[in-house]
């Protein structure tokens, strides 16, 4: 079984920091400096058995989530992310379309995530040689 720092890594994928301008992030106990998101998540740990997310809303009502992490001196810091997924009604029709894509590619003997990773291929105008696209010009 994966330990809870692996887990957290995969799930802040679905996250984008909200501005470069946040890093470098400086903890204002022991004056570490954090160059990027990257850093931050590698470098820093979660808070006890906690994922550390906290949504809240930003001054337009949009969702945002506060990550609270430690620093190496234990201290505790906070970026602020947004998440990647569009909920917007066209952003809602994609991630219908891509389900039923991704149901009929499962329902024909293609395992979930090969399926599922051809698929966000195909999107990124990539192309997918299992699924005979090709790529997208650009």
Do not use: W
């Amino acid at each position: 079984m994966a330990d809870l720092e692996t887990i957290d890594k995969d799930f802040y994928k679905g996250l984008q920091a909200l501005s470069d301008s946040s890093f470098p992030k400086k903890c204002s106990t022991c004056g570490k400096i954090y160059d990027n998101v990257h850093d931050y998540l590698a470098l820093t740990k979660a808070i006890g058995r906690s994922s550390g997310l906290k949504e809240s809303l930003d001054d337009d009502d949009k969702p945002l989530v506060e990550l609270f992490r430690n620093c190496v001196c234990g201290s505790t810091l906070m970026d602020v992310f947004n998440n990647r997924r569009d909920l917007s009604p066209a952003g809602l029709k994609r991630r219908q379309k891509f389900e039923e894509l991704l149901n009929r590619l499962t329902n024909n003997g293609f395992a979930a995530q090969t399926a599922r990773d051809e698929l966000l291929k195909i999107m990124r105008g990539e192309g997918s040689d299992l699924l005979k696209v090709k790529p997208s010009e650009k």
